[in-house]
């Protein structure tokens, strides 16, 4: 177990719907990164946190945006949904900088 | 952009035997991770090697980060069927480009 958790676990849906992601980072853990998976593109970075703010985006799509709370759990907004966006989502957590400690991952089902 | 390239990518072998998986980048990475992920599991940290150079053992794992950070290598001695998964190496660059950028993957298959 990381100590990262993400819900929900699996997410059914249809195009051109929205969908939202949650992660909670470890304890203590100020960074929050968003990584996606599927079979052709591998593990992509999209976007990261630090406490509070942006810090880094990657291949993120406009549909997508993401956010970090005051309390430093994340989330993931997908929106307009195409069946290309169907991947596993994991949120993966650091104190700063450094090692990244992943999640369980959101399976999402474009339908 | 900067890419991380994986060898073999597939790879079955008997239990028993010893295999070396390869991650080669032409950039240079501020520290270098190994991963294993088991299907529908997220990526399960395996060691971070940060020193050009640096060897790291994990019981029967060997990891290896070379001299100029541009590229790693894993070893596992006498491989047995729990070693079954797929392994990523992933790069992360200096402070404020923590981003990891990962390998292709390589899965390993031990026949019992």
């Known amino acids: 177990d990381s100590g990262v958790t993400q819900t929900p676990k699996h997410l059914i849906t249809a195009t051109g719907q929205r969908v939202t992601l949650r992660c909670s980072p470890r304890s203590g853990d100020l960074s929050v990164y968003w990584y996606q998976q599927s079979l052709d593109q591998g593990l992509q970075f999209l976007i990261q946190?630090?406490?509070?703010?942006?810090?880094a985006k990657g291949n993120i799509l406009e549909r997508f945006s993401a956010q970090q709370f005051p309390d430093l759990h994340s989330e993931l907004n997908l929106s307009s949904l195409e069946l290309g966006d169907s991947a596993l989502y994991f949120c993966?957590?650091?104190?700063?900088?450094?090692?990244?400690?992943f999640g369980p991952g959101t399976r999402l089902t474009v339908l | 952009t900067q890419l991380l390239e994986q060898s073999p990518q597939f790879l079955s072998i008997q239990e028993g035997e010893n295999l070396t998986v390869y991650c080669n980048s032409s950039?240079?990475?501020?520290?270098l991770q190994w991963y294993r992920q088991e299907p529908g599991e997220g990526p399960v940290l395996l060691v971070t090697v940060v020193t050009g150079g640096e060897v790291k053992k994990l019981k029967r794992l060997t990891f290896q980060f070379g001299d100029a950070r541009k590229d790693s290598s894993l070893h596992i001695t006498a491989a047995q069927p729990g070693d079954t998964g797929l392994y990523l190496c992933?790069?992360?660059?200096?402070?404020?480009?923590?981003?990891?950028?990962f390998g292709t993957g390589t899965r390993l298959t031990i026949i019992p």
């Open positions: 950039s240079v990475f501020s520290s």
């Open positions: 992933a790069g992360a660059g200096n402070f404020g480009n923590e981003k990891l950028t």
């Open positions: 946190y630090y406490n509070g703010e942006e810090r």
């Open positions: 993966a957590s650091s104190l700063s900088g450094g090692t990244q400690y």
